[in-house]
């Protein structure tokens, strides 16, 4: 019986993924190489929800090479839970900004697109994060994938899986992610996003399948899957402690963006004072993108005047950089 | 009957596709749970052909071993769509090879949670966490697929499928007052049940509302022992903004012999809701979830 084995045999409900990620020693192995060149990551401070996020967004795009006209773009935000003493979802300010800027930028088509991993009521989330009386005409424009129609990929992970035919539509799914701590991956951010492409029609809530393959597995083996990808991540106000529900609001007042998720997610890192060579989904993801610092090419802020230590629960302070 | 009952009817009566079955939207193709959802709130309340129609889809979806899958694109099985198969079978009187091998397999599944290793980690996490372990091992329920963990959702679906198949299918008792122990040990602090578990990595999590709904749903033939969970419920169904939550806890406090009030205004254009909703209605079919038969 192998170590993902044993983890998913306790599952969530027991809490296994914090024995899986006490098992994995992450600091045994260092994140590969990366692919060939150096990935551009952009940086740009933004210090309230209340700032010109579509500029910002739209320099961010430029500053990152993105190519957006004629596509059909897919925004995928992480609207998970609301509770509103803190910070859970991707602000609505954020995504309205992204719908606003991505049209500006000549896509063919825009839409929003998500599948919360637990709550099965997508749309009276969307209301309570105020997605839908801020955003005009927003159920015209979202596609709830938990309860899309499905279409078939083979080998993720090893075996056939399904996804919704807005995702396999997308020519570009961009992931607005929020910047936050997680108590069974370390860090939740552009790649972790993604679990909620994963149908919860065809899994179930949650997508349980995926903590039995191996979250950080799961992790690496979406953005493998799902390469036409581009990372806006609100740090504006994100989570620390113990994300991603139950932790508290931090503010680090960025937005970080990049089309190597990696390399967007260990900037995020670098600024929530984590050491992403330390985190399993980046060490395993390295070998799609780029973790170490000199292979990732800051353009905007730099990470490390931005630095703001997130609080860590206590599993997880080995991930403190130094 | 009520108007807001009957423009769900007439909603799902319209929204029904070519091959007899439900999308979650419609236009969209069918798959198991809106199509069982919308034949639970159609039943005596349509024209038999639409029945018909349905129930031909739903037979062909059941694979060999006795599962059903979720939808006509998916391949694999599903524990919650198996379950509402044998729910279907059981309210339409269909005792027949369907239904039998229906019941096997969910009786043959089960979460891992209860095998031995888990089992193990459980009574370490008990015995070096503070306050115990997340949840109590000791008890089978239902995953949502097999080979991964049992949660509220699937675990309620099958009690109410495999109590309402015990007349007809004989050892079915032992396995459902197990599943309902496991649910009764996953109440959370405040009164109701979150998704999964009560507690993770030792801290408290919170419930809510849809799930409390099915949670209770799954509990009727406990009813004696659900004072406070039923009191958390009164006052969820109060204060949520979700409709999908209030259908829930509507249909569950239905169960209990209760009597929520009607969902008004019109359905918004989903179905696997506007079913939901037809069935908590005052008016609407009473016994598509009551153990009892709607005596309530």
């Known amino acids: 019986m192998n170590r993902r084995k044993f983890a998913g045999l306790v599952g969530v409900a027991a809490g296994a993924g914090y024995l899986s990620m006490r098992a994995s020693k992450p600091e045994d192995k260092g994140p590969g190489a990366g692919p060939p060149g150096k990935s551009p990551v952009a940086v740009l401070k933004a210090a309230s929800y209340d700032d010109d996020l579509v500029a910002k967004i739209r320099d961010g795009a430029a500053l990152c090479g993105l190519h957006v006209h004629g596509k059909r773009v897919l925004l995928k935000p992480n609207l998970v839970e609301f509770d509103s003493a803190t910070a859970i979802n991707t602000d609505v300010a954020v995504i309205a900004a992204a719908l606003t800027a991505f049209r500006s930028l000549g896509a063919a088509s825009v839409r929003i697109g998500e599948g919360p991993g637990h709550r099965r009521d997508t749309l009276g989330l969307a209301e309570q994060a105020r997605y839908l009386h801020t955003i005009p005409d927003f159920e015209g424009v979202f596609t709830d994938l938990n309860r899309d129609d499905v279409r078939p990929l083979d080998n993720f992970a090893g075996e056939r899986f399904y996804f919704p035919e807005t995702v396999l539509g997308a020519d570009l799914i961009v992931s607005v992610a929020k910047m936050k701590t997680h108590h069974w991956a370390g860090a939740t951010l552009s790649m972790k996003n993604l679990f909620g492409l994963v149908p919860g029609a065809v899994y179930g809530w949650p997508k349980n399948k995926l903590h039995y393959i191996g979250i950080p597995r799961a992790i690496a083996e979406l953005n493998r899957t799902f390469r036409n990808t581009f990372a806006l991540v609100d740090g504006i106000v994100g989570m620390e402690g113990n994300g991603p529900i139950q932790g508290r609001p931090k503010h680090a007042g960025v937005l970080v963006m990049g089309q190597d998720l990696a390399a967007v997610d260990s900037t995020c890192c670098r600024i929530m004072g984590i050491d992403p060579a330390r985190v399993e989904y980046l060490r395993l993801a390295s070998n799609i993108g780029h973790v170490h610092e000199a292979s990732i090419e800051q353009r905007g802020e730099s990470p490390a005047a931005l630095r703001t230590n997130f609080d860590l629960i206590a599993q997880f302070r080995n991930l403190r950089l130094g | ?296």
């Open chain 2, 1 to 296: 009957m009520a108007d807001s009952l009957r423009r769900r009817l007439d909603f799902l009566l319209a929204s029904q596709n070519p091959d007899g079955g439900w999308g979650y939207f419609p236009g969209k193709r069918s798959w198991l749970e809106p199509t069982a959802y919308a034949m639970l709130a159609l039943h005596r309340q349509s024209e038999s052909a639409v029945l018909d129609r349905a129930w031909s889809l739903i037979e062909t979806w059941q694979l060999p071993d006795g599962s059903w899958r979720p939808g006509a694109d998916v391949a694999g099985p599903g524990t919650w769509v198996t379950a509402l198969g044998v729910h279907l079978h059981c309210a339409h009187a269909r005792f027949d090879g369907h239904f039998t091998r229906g019941v096997a397999w969910l009786l043959g599944t089960q979460g891992t949670e209860c095998n031995w290793l888990a089992r193990l980690v459980g009574r370490v996490q008990a015995m070096t966490q503070p306050g115990g372990a997340d949840n109590d091992v000791s008890h089978r329920g239902w995953p949502w697929l097999r080979g991964t963990t049992s949660w509220v959702e699937p675990t309620s679906q099958a009690i109410v499928a495999l109590r309402m198949a015990a007349a007809h299918y004989a050892g079915v008792e032992a396995r459902v007052t197990e599943a309902e122990e496991q649910l009764l040990s996953r109440k959370c602090r405040d009164g109701g049940w979150n998704y999964g578990s009560r507690k993770a990595l030792g801290i408290d999590l919170p419930s809510y509302p849809e799930t409390t709904g099915l949670a209770l749903v799954g509990l009727q033939a406990r009813n004696g022992e659900l004072g406070e969970a039923l009191a958390h419920a009164r006052v969820l169904l109060a204060g949520t903004h979700s409709r999908l939550a209030r259908a829930w806890l509507s249909i569950a406090l239905k169960a209990h012999r209760e009597q929520p009030p009607a969902a008004e205004g019109e359905p918004d254009g989903d179905i696997l809701l506007a079913a939901l909703e037809a069935i908590a209605h005052p008016g609407g079919n009473r016994a598509a979830f009551c153990l009892n038969g709607g005596a309530g």
